[in-house]
T-cell receptor
Framework: EDKVVQSPLSLVVHEGDTVTLNCSYEVTNFRSLLWYKQEKKAPTFLFMLTSSGIEKKSGRLSSILDKKELFSILNITATQTGDSAVYLCAVTSRQLTFGSGTQLTVLP | ETGVTQTPRHLVMGMTNKKSLKCEQHLGHNAMYWYKQSAKKPLELMFVYNFKEQTENNSVPSRFSPECPNSSHLFLHLHTLQPEDSALYLC?????????????FGPGTRLLVL
């Protein structure tokens, strides 16, 4: 059975802090790893990672995949209150398996 | 209109009611998905349709009945639901479910079963 585990489950920081969210996985026939941001609605796509060691960046967000150690991290620098959300990691193999998410709260 | 749309956005129903959720995608995709998101649980895949054919039924109870008349539309027919079926139901689409790449989500229908 495919498994995706995210940590921490929740995180509270202050504006300006840098955070690192973790995602580890055990799947058969790995294809890609996806990061989503979910506020009070549907998940919005952030990154898709397929190759180890290649960092993807979008503004203050960045992510990297380690296919040998089977994990990915999502970094957010200079956090803002608008970054408060659940961050979901998902892995595609035969199907798409989601982790339970990390609830990030950024305080002013 | 672009993207993935879902109606209604909110639904309250009794256990004896019959209702339907609708999803429409304007992205030219061929695969559509239904997910259930309960509080404090990971997203659960319910059904997958690829080129209008159901390719996945993830042990979903028969009180949930999907319908995919064409690649742009997906329905979830609900009848005799239970209170534990209360959740956010998300629809998603992608180019082709065999490729299993990025899925684009609709805004969801928040369902409350009384």
């Amino acid at each position: 059975e495919d498994k995706v585990v995210q940590s921490p489950l929740s995180l509270v920081v202050h504006e300006g802090d840098t955070v690192t969210l973790n995602c580890s996985y055990e799947v058969t026939n790995f294809r890609s790893l996806l990061w989503y941001k979910q506020e009070k609605k549907a998940p919005t796509f952030l990154f898709m990672l397929t190759s180890s060691g290649i960092e993807k960046k979008s503004g203050r967000l960045s992510s990297i995949l380690d296919k040998k150690e089977l994990f990915s991290i999502l970094n957010i620098t200079a956090t803002q209150t608008g970054d408060s959300a659940v961050y979901l990691c998902a892995v595609t193999s035969r199907q798409l398996t989601f982790g339970s998410g990390t609830q990030l709260t950024v305080l002013p | 209109e672009t993207g993935v749309t879902q109606t209604p956005r909110h639904l309250v129903m009794g256990m004896t009611n019959k209702k339907s959720l609708k999803c429409e995608q304007h992205l030219g995709h061929n695969a559509m998905y239904w997910y259930k998101q309960s509080a404090k649980k990971p997203l659960e895949l319910m059904f997958v349709y690829n080129f209008k054919e159901q390719t996945e039924n993830n042990s979903v109870p028969s009180r949930f009945s999907p319908e995919c008349p064409n690649s742009s539309h997906l329905f979830l027919h609900l009848h005799t639901l239970q209170p534990e079926d209360s959740a956010l139901y998300l629809c998603a689409s992608s180019q082709d479910s065999r490729v299993q790449e990025t899925q684009y989500f609709g805004p969801g229908t928040r369902l409350l079963v009384l």
